[in-house]
């Protein structure tokens, strides 16, 4: 399984940005997808995660409203579209596959993990 993440950068408080996640494995296209991050000095944290069919979305509550996430099944595809960015959002972004079909927040639930790509929010 092979997760290529793209679309980090730098940017400006304020901007927005839309990272992807591209799935190598077609079977993955059942799986539930999530993104995660980690800023400089911190802890890994859930961001937002998708049902295998993009019926279902889990936000963490601090993101909630500026942060969607959706996928496209036939592209094997899962985006995430950041509105009003800040400088707290710096951080690796990392996109994951779980084990079930579930959108979930549960880090031990993913089962493969792409490689991250820097978002750096200045100020």
């Known amino acids: 399984v092979q997760l290529q993440a793209s679309g980090g950068g730098l940017v400006q408080a304020g901007d927005s940005l839309r990272l992807s996640c591209t799935n190598s494995?077609?079977?993955?296209?059942?799986?539930?997808m999530g993104w995660f991050r980690q800023a400089p000095g911190k802890d890994r944290e859930f961001v937002a995660a998708?049902?295998?069919?993009?019926?279902?979305?889990y936000y963490a509550d601090s993101l909630k409203g500026r942060f969607t996430i959706s996928r496209d099944r036939a592209k094997n595809t899962v985006y995430l579209q950041m509105n009003g960015l800040t400088p707290e959002d710096t951080a690796v972004y990392y996109c994951?596959?779980?084990?079930?079909?579930?959108?979930?927040?549960?880090?031990?639930?993913?089962?493969?993990w792409g490689q991250g790509t820097l978002v750096t929010v200045s100020s």
């Open positions: 494995r077609r079977t993955s296209s059942n799986n539930g």
């Open positions: 998708i049902s295998w069919n993009g019926d279902n979305t």
């Open positions: 994951a596959t779980s084990m079930g079909a579930a959108a979930t927040s549960r880090t031990e639930y993913y089962r493969y």
